[in-house]
């Protein structure tokens, strides 16, 4: 099993920034790949981005590529997510995963954290 603590959510307002992090531990030697994924109040669940541990590539999702940056440091077994000029529609449950591909699929991550709330004002 992997266990995924994600930390950082919180109130902002508009045009701000947080900074995200999920601390992993257990059997991660199998899940290379750390995955970002937020939901909103009444929406699917949506890809944000993900990063192999190993490599260091990157994949983001289409609406946050270029407002949003995931990056991992294996010291510490965490990775990050930086969610710049944030918006009332960034709000959401963001969750960390761990899988095996650069994938925007959820099915291919198999172990969740709980989330952190990410709450966006006017």
């Known amino acids: 099993q992997v266990q995924l603590v994600e930390s950082g959510g919180g109130l902002v307002q508009a045009g701000g920034s947080l900074r995200l992090s999920c601390t992993y531990s257990?059997?991660?030697?199998?899940?290379?790949?750390m995955g970002w994924f937020r939901q909103a109040p009444g929406k699917e669940r949506e890809f944000v981005a993900a990063?192999?541990?190993?490599?260091?590539?990157?994949y983001y999702g289409d609406s946050v590529e270029g407002q949003f940056t995931v990056s991992r440091d294996n010291a510490k077994n965490t990775v990050y997510l930086r969610v710049n000029s944030l918006k009332p529609e960034d709000t959401a449950v963001y969750y960390c995963?761990?899988?095996?591909?650069?994938?925007?699929?959820?099915?291919?991550?198999?172990?969740w954290g709980r989330g952190t709330q990410v709450t966006v004002s006017s």
């Open positions: 995963a761990a899988g095996v591909a650069l994938s925007p699929l959820p099915n291919m991550f198999a172990y």
């Open positions: 257990g059997r991660t030697t199998s899940s290379d790949v």
């Open positions: 990063i192999s541990r190993s490599s260091g590539n990157t």
